[in-house]
């Protein structure tokens, strides 16, 4: 398929070839004449037909003029006049500093974030719920992700936390909705039952086929985990119906062939599947590296042709990455500066203190306060709130930078130490997703319309 993105309106166009080469004729900013200019009459008439090209120009200037397509930037100026005055609405709470397993690839220090190994108290995590229901404002819905390390490890506290934040959400006028990460290793019927009756969503960590799970999410023994959790996770997946869950896992260098994982868990019976890159330095063996770009692009390929053909068949499953909505797609905030770590969004360590996100825990440099005392850096969170895709010069040119919103910062810390700087590995992923994700929905569109 020949597909056109419209970046400002988000319009999609499906097109013939010849008006998707008569693009390339057509400089920004677009203005159309009453005729198709002879210069491109000249240069495609080698190719197609007069007719075809002034049907395929008028066709251009109809979409013009109706708002999709050569449509003007109307976010920028909305960017650098913006006073977001930010109120937090999440919460990742790092419920156990330790970890059951030792992940090869854990960013985290296998649990203990580089720093002690150690366990969130009741105490901590009521002071947590106080936090954002002080700093919170007028947002009724507030989320709470308990995290780890292995939350699992602190289930007490989990459901104590859970029971405080119910009853001081109804004093308050707040909706709390908590999410739960988990490697599956403790989980048993009674963790099941609560995390179905408490828990809006879950994720369940596994990285796919048995040998690759094994090599990277060895048990502290250093035996493999697939044959654990599997069980536990097909039993989870069901109880819930298939949804509000995630299978979530990580690919690395040893299986760069990631498309069999991900099918592997859609043939084992699950909806609901995340497969995402590692993100490791290039001196780590299992980093993914610049040479690799073509290889996953084609395992992008692979799956997502797959993908289409399931959904057709009836065998469908959701892969996070693929799934977007061309029709409203999220709010201009969102597009513009997508999870909002540091400002709306924080991580809460075991001890309380308080980071931008998960992935800054335990870097000192980026300590924003405690729970305890209720303190804020106002520098670090309007260094985070000021961020956005128009302070990133990469992303200004970029097709896909209403999808991604800039990347992570925390990504763009590690890796070029500023978070307007992304990291370009993941800029390339991203893309190849979002070029995926549009031909699929423009597929199943065609397939609808033209019964196919």
Known sequence: MDIVLDVYSGAVHVVDDCLYDMLDYLLEPFTPENECPQFIIDEMSSKYTRDNILDCYSDICELYEGGQLFTDDCYEQFANNWNKQSVVKALCLHIAHDCNLRCKYCFAGTGQYHGARGMMSAETGRK???????????RKNIEIDYFGGEPLMNFEVVKDITDYARAEGKKHGKNFRFTITTNGILLDEEKKKYINENMSNVVLSIDGRKEVNDRMRPKVNGSGTYDDILPKFLDMAESRSQDKYYVRGTFTAFNKD???????????????????????????????????????FEQYEKLAAEYLRRRKNGNWFNFFHFMIDLDQGPCAVKRLSGCGAGHEYL????????????????NKDFLMGNVHDGTVNKDIRDYFEKSNIYTKEKCRGCFAKFYCSGGCSANAYNFNGDIDKPYALACEFEKKRVECAIAIEAAKKMQQQYNI
């Not at 947590?128 to 007028?138: E, H, K, T, W, Y």
């Not at 991580?347 to 825990?361: R, S």
């Open 128 to 138: 947590a719920i106080d936090f954002v229901i002080a700093n919170s404002g007028n």
């Open 258 to 296: 990631f498309a069999e994982d991900v099918i592997h868990l859609a043939d084992l019976g699950f909806k609901q599947t995340s497969v995402e890159p590692v993100v490791a330095p290039d001196d780590e063996e299992y980093a993914l590296r610049e040479a690799d770009i073509p290889i996953i």
């Open 347 to 362: 991580a809460v360590a075991a001890d309380g203190d308080l980071y931008p996100c998960h992935q800054f825990v335990g």
